[in-house]
């Protein structure tokens, strides 16, 4: 780090985890005057067994007060309301499946949070992500790069980061791994060091998504069909599936007469296709199975991180956060939108998730799904 950047007034986000507990600590250490903020994100049912942000409160602060420094709670959830889950549920009402982690990294934790932090004087902020920002000397432009820990790399989830954004932004874990992270924690003595990685989305938690969604979506139910166009089941509203999707069909014991193409009789169903028009869901047997299959995909909504896309050519770029780099080749689209070929087809791309392109370790931006082309 640059040495006239030390002793900077530098605010963490404080989750009460133990990337983000380490992320203050090591701050700390390098001479930065470190606030904590922990953020409210979500009203109501929060203090339940499902979204215990009371409880990561009380981790945050017995975090803060073993590090030595202040932390201020403050209450982001109507913002998150109008600018990430009401995104959230017309993407779902639409038939897409969104990803909401995205938006709200763009929107509140690099946004609202930001704002927020430099009201409070600070030169820059600071997230547990495993992520890393450089200035390219040539260009002047800020680079979002991946996480060393490749396992850990969380990159997918920040391509929506500008210049701005990035120039005030550290990730200090960037250059580290989850076991030393852990193990730092340890020894430092830090109270939440032996606490499980969060999973999901605070407003969900670990609560079964089907129920959480049936609060705000009604069921429309309609036909499940197999590619012959046979009607095998019902299901409970087109908004309660994604595709690919394996468990929780009402279909899993069934068995066809004869086998299916890409498929045979004892293969499991995966949802395939979301019909809105007439309300459809088509189901295909076999993970392989030619429906699950696409060979180029269309994105709108175009975010890149150089404030300007990228030369047409070859890249690589993940459909979905948990999956290796895919060879592609991208190419301009209609208005903010671009399209990527891919060699080697790509499993269930998924209208509503976001298509994100790397030249090597470098994140260059992505789009949202919005089409996919069959091999």
């Known amino acids: 780090m640059d040495k006239q950047q030390i002793g900077q007034r530098v605010v963490v986000g404080l989750s009460g985890g133990v990337d983000s ?3 203050a600590w090591l701050l700390k250490q390098q001479g930065h005057q ?5 953020m409210k994100n979500w009203e109501g ?4 067994a499902y979204c215990s942000s009371n409880i990561d409160f009380v981790d945050a602060a017995a975090v803060a007060d073993v590090i030595g420094i202040e932390l201020e709670h403050v209450n982001f959830s109507s913002e998150y309301k109008d600018r990430v889950f009401a995104e959230f549920l017309r993407e779902y009402q639409s038939g897409r499946t969104p990803n909401p982690d995205i938006l709200c990294n763009a929107e509140i934790k690099f946004k609202a949070f930001l704002e927020h932090a430099l009201r409070l004087g600070a030169r820059k902020i600071a997230t547990g992500h495993y992520a890393r920002v450089r200035l390219n000397a040539q260009t002047q432009k800020h680079e979002l790069l991946k996480g060393l820990d490749r396992s850990k790399d969380q990159s997918y989830f920040l391509h929506r980061l500008n210049q701005a ?7 200090p874990l960037g250059e580290l791994h989850k076991t030393e992270v852990r193990r730092m924690a ?11 990685d ?32 046979r009607t095998i089941g019902q299901h409970l509203g087109l908004s309660f599936y994604t595709l690919g999707q394996r468990q929780g069909l009402g279909i899993g014991g069934l068995k066809a007469k004869g086998a299916l193409r890409g498929g045979g009789e004892h293969q499991p169903w995966f949802v395939a ?8 869901l088509w189901v295909v047997q076999g993970h392989e199975h030619p429906w699950l299959q696409s060979s180029a995909l269309g994105a709108q909504d175009a975010s890149w991180v150089a404030g300007s896309p990228p030369a047409e050519g070859p890249f690589s770029a993940k459909t979905r956060y948990r999956q290796l780099d895919a060879p592609c080749t ?17 499993w269930a791309v998924t209208p509503g998730q976001s298509a994100v392109l790397y030249d090597g370790e470098i994140c260059l931006g992505g789009g949202v799904i919005d089409s996919a082309q069959g091999s």
């Open 34 to 38: 470190v606030i904590g903020i922990f």
């Open 165 to 171: 954004q990035l120039a005030k932004t550290l990730f």
């Open 21 to 23: 507990a380490v992320t």
């Open 198 to 229: 969060s999973t999901g989305i605070c407003f969900i938690g670990e609560r079964p998504f089907r129920d959480f969604l049936n609060r705000y979506i009604a069921r429309e139910p309609g036909p499940i069909k197999d590619e012959r166009g």
């Open 330 to 346: 991208l190419a301009a689209g209609a208005g903010d939108g671009f399209t990527l070929h891919f060699p080697e087809p790509q």
């Open 186 to 196: 340890l020894e430092i003595g830090l109270p939440n060091a032996g606490k499980k």
């Open 273 to 280: 296709r979301k019909e809105t028009q007439n309300n459809t």
């Open 45 to 48: 049912d929060d203090d339940d």
